[in-house]
């Protein structure tokens, strides 16, 4: 039987994630970049490279931990720069309600003690007095990751196209794409018509806000 072919855009770490998946799992896969290199232009060439869900979630929604939680384990199979020591948050004595609240809002983590953010983290030692130790968390270099990536991708004959860009109106006038797009918006509008009023005006508020 034929394989599905798949074009994957952009050769960010979404992108290159994505079309290292469904290559396992046998589909063909080609990716198109518009930079000229890996990481032109790419906001994964800048990131910070933290694996880090549960403290992420003090500020987002639930589905950063559902997901994130096991994206440690996907990258610690696939790429063997990711080390799994742990996160810590610190903050000023004068911030400490702000370290409470950040506490409030997430889960899997440690108090830890002066003694023990210098044992943790040496270049903090005699800096602060109390801390927060995700000890699941995990991190990497960003640039490496990436170049391993494409690394086990060429090597399952996976190509990349630089210097293409495939504009996002070719992609909606794709008729795949264009029926996603309809399904997508029934099941936003099912969505919006099933919340309460109070909570349609919550989610709106948080939408104003964000917007500044
Ligand atoms: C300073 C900084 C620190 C960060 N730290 C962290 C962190 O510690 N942990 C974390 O999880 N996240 C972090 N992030 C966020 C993280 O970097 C992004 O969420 C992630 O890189 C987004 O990846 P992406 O593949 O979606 O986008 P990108 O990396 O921007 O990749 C998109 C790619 O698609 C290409 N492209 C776009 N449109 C087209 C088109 N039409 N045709 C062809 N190519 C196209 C672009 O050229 C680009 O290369 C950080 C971000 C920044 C800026």
Redesign the pocket.
Do not use: I, K, N, T
């Given at each position: 039987m034929a394989r599905s072919s798949v074009i994957v855009?952009?050769?960010?770490?979404?992108?290159?994630a994505c079309a290292l998946e469904l290559a396992e799992r046998g589909l063909a896969v080609e990716i198109?970049?518009?930079?000229r290199a890996l990481?032109?232009?790419?906001?994964?060439?800048?990131?910070?490279?933290?694996?880090?869900p549960w403290c992420?979630r003090a500020t987002t929604e639930p589905e950063v931990v559902t997901w994130?939680a096991p994206s440690i384990a996907w990258w610690a199979e696939r790429f063997p720069g990711t080390v799994q020591n742990g996160s810590l948050v610190v903050a000023q004595s004068r911030d400490a309600p702000d370290l409470a609240r950040f506490a409030s809002r997430t889960e899997r983590f440690e108090w830890v003690d002066a003694e023990r953010i210098a044992t943790l983290e040496p270049d903090l030692a005699g800096r602060f007095r109390r801390a927060l130790f995700f000890p699941d968390e995990a991190?990497l270099d960003?640039r490496r990751a990436l170049a391993s990536l494409v690394e086990t991708l060429r090597r399952r004959g996976v190509a990349i196209r630089f210097g293409?860009?495939?504009?996002?109106r070719t992609?909606f006038d794709h008729p795949t794409l264009a029926s996603m797009a309809v399904a997508i918006e029934e099941q936003l509008i099912e969505e919006i018509e099933s919340l309460s009023e109070e909570e349609a005006e919550r989610r709106l508020t948080a939408i104003q806000g964000s917007q500044g």
């Open positions: 855009v952009g050769a960010g770490v979404a992108g290159l198109v970049e518009r930079g990481g032109d232009g790419a906001c994964s060439w800048m990131a910070g490279g933290m694996l880090a992420e994130g991190h960003p293409v860009e495939l504009a996002l992609l």
